[in-house]
């Protein structure tokens, strides 16, 4: 092997001595999302992405590795629990909702400004339902009705126990349904279908045309941070032509935006706030169906009931997908288990994760998750024909020729040391970032992608805490409900109202 020239030698030592401002790990939604807010804040700073796979957005933020819910809480039970007392809790559904009006606030942003093509591209109208079956669950559908529609957010959610109504709204769930079961629904017609794939590429574009690097199958192998408080990174290069096998690079601050990959290097980053972190893998597949008869009667993302015990992540839907302007309906998901952390990843991923810190957290949550275990067993067990009757539960006119089984993306749920429980897994998601600053990551899932810019804008507040301040103005531009917290004024929803108006007639 020819040993390297002085001025290679000269030409990396300058390189290094010259640190990226802003290195973001992983090509997906929340990487996008960060840089895209850090060049308009700061366009002077260098930014660097690395992918590790050949394209952006092909992991989580594939749109066939999720269900595009632009998660408002519009639809979603599990966001509006059933307190002791009876009442419904809606705090967390109207925070999410709040943080996905943020989101959309900054894409009409970037494509007012020309720096986003037309939002039809990534974001289609698409009714959200809730469909719930048995008296106890239409009561219960009915009351959370009644304390989601007197709020400002909610209040043109619909509900009916009328099956001809409901039969309008969607004609799949009702046709051919027999029994006189009790049945329910509700419809917010300003829900909508994201496709995150195609925006995390449209991010990336504007990304690398106003500047910002983007290598592609490099993978980031190590983190070690410096004395003078910047990170080195060690980086592979897996194209089959590379150059050099590997590389190293400096950064003044870190994002680890690697979904499922996310836990493992911010382990290897060492940093103290990590420790106690685990990871829950957990795999999923759906049916999907593109036969155009079927996917002209169904015109909605319709979420159920789970059933009693089982997890949120077994909530079953029926959903309109939009991908690249071809619409499809998506059934699912079928949960189930793998070690893997990552859907190109490794089997070995979760018991590289464990650690002296985090041991007692992995023990204690499986010692206290055995209901989720036996649920994510039986899934694994099913057999095909069990699986879709859970779908004709949904659409009793489903025939087995029309749909196919898909994998979807993985899922690292979270888990956490606890000061009583000793562990606890988190079913959102959880952002670490370091006591200086200089690096963060995000990990967890749902509702994840919808909330990815009010995330990335917590992120700068605690990592950049001194600029923050200066910010605020630019930001508040760009997401208007920033600057008052509250959606209650009519200024508000006239432009959430217009901004729903574009969508539809997108």
């Known amino acids: 092997m020819n040993s390297p020239t002085i001025g290679s030698v000269a030409e990396r030592e300058s390189h290094l001595s010259?640190?990226?401002?802003?290195?973001?790990?992983?090509?997906?939604?929340?990487?996008?999302?960060?840089?895209?807010?850090?060049?308009?804040?700061?366009?002077t700073w260098t930014v660097r992405i690395y992918e590790r796979l050949d394209a952006v957005a092909q992991e989580s933020s594939?749109?066939?590795?999720?269900?595009?819910?632009?998660?408002?809480?519009?639809?979603?039970?599990?966001?509006?629990?059933?307190?002791?007392?009876?009442?419904?809790?809606?705090?967390?559904?109207?925070?999410?909702?709040?943080?996905?009006?943020?989101?959309?606030?900054f894409w009409q942003h970037l494509v007012t400004a020309d720096l986003l093509p037309e939002p039809e591209g990534f974001i289609s109208s698409t009714p959200h339902m809730t469909f719930v079956r048995g008296a106890d669950n239409v009561d219960y559908l009915r009351r959370r009705h009644a304390a989601l529609v007197a709020h400002p957010l909610f209040?043109?959610?619909?509900?009916?126990?009328?099956p001809a109504v409901i039969g309008e709204w969607a004609p799949l769930l009702l046709a051919e349904r027999s029994g006189d079961e009790?049945?329910?629904?509700?419809?917010?017609?300003?829900?909508?279908?994201?496709?995150?794939?195609?925006?995390?590429?449209?991010?990336?574009?504007?990304?690398?045309?106003?500047?910002?690097?983007l290598h592609l199958q490099h993978e980031v192998r190590s983190l070690k941070q410096r004395r003078d408080g910047t990170w080195r990174l060690k980086v592979a290069d897996k194209s089959w032509n590379a150059s050099e096998p590997s590389h190293v690079v400096d950064a003044r601050f870190v994002f680890i935006g690697a979904g499922g990959g996310a836990l493992a290097l911010l382990q290897k980053a060492r940093i103290p706030e990590i420790k106690g972190y685990g990871g829950f893998p957990i795999s999923g597949q759906f049916l999907k169906t593109s036969n155009p008869e079927i996917v002209a009667q169904h015109q909605a993302k319709v979420y159920g009931k789970a059933d009693v015990g089982s997890p949120p992540m077994s909530v079953p839907h029926l959903d309109t997908r939009v991908v690249d302007g071809e619409t499809s309906l998506?059934?699912?998901?079928?949960?189930?288990?793998?070690?893997?952390?990552?859907?190109?990843?490794?089997?070995?991923?979760?018991?590289?994760?464990?650690?002296?810190?985090n041991i007692v957290?992995?023990?204690?949550v499986a010692k206290d998750n055995w209901g989720l275990t036996r649920y994510l067993m039986s899934e694994v067990t099913k057999s095909?024909?069990?699986?879709?009757?859970?779908?004709?539960?949904?659409?009793?006119?489903?025939?087995p020729k029309d749909w196919e089984l898909i994998t979807a993306g993985q899922r690292v749920q979270v888990m956490k040391s606890h000061p009583v429980k000793g562990g606890v897994l988190e079913f959102g998601t959880e952002l670490v970032t370091s006591a200086d600053g200089t690096i963060a990551g995000l990990l967890g899932a749902s509702p994840g992608a919808s909330t990815a810019v009010p995330a990335m804008v917590d992120?700068?507040?605690?990592?950049?805490?001194?600029?923050?301040?200066?910010?605020?103005?630019?930001?508040?531009?760009?997401?208007?409900s920033l600057s008052s917290g509250e959606w209650d004024t009519d200024a508000e929803f006239a432009q959430l109202q217009a901004d729903d108006a574009e969508v539809h007639s997108a």
């Open 182 to 213: 009790p049945i329910a629904a509700t419809r917010a017609t300003t829900g909508t279908d994201v496709d995150f794939g195609s925006l995390t590429r449209k991010l990336t574009d504007y990304l690398v045309s106003s500047g910002a690097e």
């Open 384 to 399: 095909s024909w069990t699986k879709f009757r859970t779908l004709r539960e949904f659409m009793p006119t489903a025939d």
């Open 62 to 105: 594939n749109a066939w590795n999720n269900a595009g819910t632009g998660h408002a809480a519009l639809c979603e039970l599990n966001y509006t629990p059933q307190k002791p007392d009876g009442s419904i809790d809606i705090s967390k559904a109207v925070a999410i909702n709040e943080q996905f009006q943020v989101s959309r606030e």
């Open 330 to 357: 998506l059934f699912g998901p079928y949960a189930g288990f793998t070690t893997k952390f990552l859907k190109q990843g490794s089997l070995l991923d979760l018991f590289r994760s464990i650690r002296p810190s």
């Open 459 to 480: 992120l700068l507040e605690r990592c950049f805490p001194e600029r923050f301040t200066g910010w605020r103005r630019e930001l508040a531009t760009m997401m208007p």
């Open 155 to 162: 209040s043109d959610l619909e509900f009916s126990t009328d």
């Open 18 to 43: 010259k640190p990226v401002d802003v290195v973001l790990v992983g090509g997906g939604i929340m990487s996008a999302t960060l840089g895209s807010i850090i060049r308009l804040l700061e366009p």
């Open 361 to 364: 957290t992995m023990l204690t």
